[in-house]
């Protein structure tokens, strides 16, 4: 079928076609179908949408959908629906979906499922019987699930920037003024994630801070009293958000890697990481031809030039969660000097920055199929932990700009990873808009 004749279908010709045609939707020419041309849609032709068009439907074309078309979605097609699709699914939709396919949703995406439901419509007792053996909801609509479990929460919409730089953060963060529970609340309003959090804060010997959640989505914890002036600020890493063991205490921790790790008195354990207290200011520190990326990491890339034709420069960094003064003549802006680094914001506080590389995935996914590497991570300081042929290492980045080549238009920089003479390790890789190479040496250390 032609992408052009799509929006021409109605009802008729779309129940007309044979399931098998359903399989070649995908995300994008499934959002030319009319609402009103899927109410004669059947669970046959719904079975055969490929999970990347069922996360292109729109909550119109569902709801228009027969109840009963919703008996062919599987496992996998569930866990595709769209948080948009689920918030406004009708209850009558809910009771149609096959349990044992929900039954046999991935973990994570079957938390998502539950929580972005609408609580005023689907009721516990409608969720009951689709839940996995280990899985229990209450009446109130809280869930529980086996230690190990990763949750999922309703995410908080971020507002993109109005920066003249191009910025790319993560729009869609965990709200943590949410429940691990049926839509994300339970009925009578208690238990949030983030009033856990700050018991735990209390509980683990800092009664004197309090965490928030901006609207930006950043963890902003301030102190009081004895503490009055002090800030940090992070953001929650929502694939790290899981439900521990029982006997794991209540309380604040770091783990191997730096990283603050928070369990509550529920046994829901987050893991926070350092990130900018104003990703605005910083965009616009890098000036208009600048761009900014933060990944889900926290490792945000700063790539800036003089003008449109001066060679890009290219900082990976992370941040010291830290809010301090800035030093004393320091204006707004960026600051390095060796290895030790300063963004500066108009109001006259300053955080820490610690090189890193660009694309640290890419590095990681590298360098774990070299000959005796076993275990390689990401520590918050910007540093690479090894375990190589049972020794562990750290990896070092000697500099905050990394090494700039323009390639030429359409060449692609597989990325790698190769040991120097001088026993440096020298790391390739491109950057994101694929205009430049880009190099980094980094120390090994015992």
């Not at 399989?23 to 046959?44: C, H, L, R, Y």
């Not at 959090?197 to 800092?206: I, Q, R, V």
Request: proline share 7%.
């Amino acid at each position: 079928m032609d992408n052009a004749d799509v929006p021409k279908l109605d009802a008729e010709k779309v129940h007309n076609l044979p399931p098998q045609a359903f399989g070649a939707f995908d995300k994008n020419n499934i959002k030319q179908v009319s609402s009103d041309a899927m109410t004669q849609v059947t669970s046959e032709q719904v079975g055969q949408l490929s999970t990347d068009a069922v996360d292109g439907l729109k909550p119109e074309q569902v709801n228009k959908m027969p109840p009963q078309a919703m008996t062919g979605l599987t496992a996998k097609q569930l866990g595709s629906l769209p948080p948009v699709v689920l918030q406004k699914l009708p209850a009558e939709h809910f009771k149609h979906i096959d349990t044992k396919e929900m039954q046999s949703v991935d973990s994570k995406d079957l938390g998502k499922i539950l929580v972005n439901l609408d609580a005023t419509q689907i009721k516990p007792q409608d969720v009951k019987n689709s839940l996995p053996e280990g899985w229990k909801i209450d009446d109130k609509g809280r869930i529980t699930v086996p230690a190990g479990t990763v949750l999922t929460l309703p995410t908080k919409t971020v507002a993109s920037s109005n920066s003249t730089v191009k910025v790319d953060v993560p729009t869609e963060v965990p709200d943590l003024n949410k429940t691990f529970s049926l839509g994300g609340q339970t009925t009578d309003g208690s238990g949030t994630v983030l009033e856990g959090l700050n018991n735990c804060l209390k509980k683990s010997g800092y009664p004197n801070f309090t965490m928030k959640q901006q609207d930006s989505g950043t963890l902003k914890v301030e102190g009081t009293g004895d503490a009055q002036g002090t800030e940090l600020t992070f953001t929650p890493e929502s694939d790290t958000m899981k439900q521990v063991a029982t006997d794991v205490p209540t309380g604040l921790t770091q783990d191997e890697t730096g990283h603050f790790v928070l369990t509550t008195d529920d046994k829901q354990q987050v893991t926070v990481i350092p990130t900018a207290k104003d990703t605005q200011q910083v965009a616009e520190s890098l000036g208009a031809t600048g761009t900014l990326k933060i990944d889900k990491h926290g490792v945000a890339m700063l790539e800036m030039r003089k003008d449109e034709h001066s060679p890009k420069q290219v900082r990976a960094v992370v941040f010291d969660p830290m809010v301090t003064q800035a030093s004393d003549g320091k204006t707004a802006g960026i600051y390095t000097e060796g290895m030790a680094g300063e963004i500066v914001y108009a109001d006259g506080t300053a955080q820490k920055i610690m090189p890193t590389v660009p694309l640290p995935d890419k590095f990681i996914e590298k360098a774990q199929v070299i000959p005796g590497v076993e275990a390689i991570q990401l520590n918050a300081d910007g540093t690479f932990a090894v375990k190589y042929k049972g020794m562990m290492l750290k990896l070092y980045p000697m500099q905050f700009d990394a090494q700039t080549t323009p390639v030429a238009e359409g060449q692609t920089v597989d990325p790698s990873i190769a040991v120097q003479p001088d026993g440096t390790v020298k790391y390739t890789t491109q950057d994101g808009a694929g205009t430049d190479q880009l190099d980094v040496t980094l120390t090994i250390t015992e």
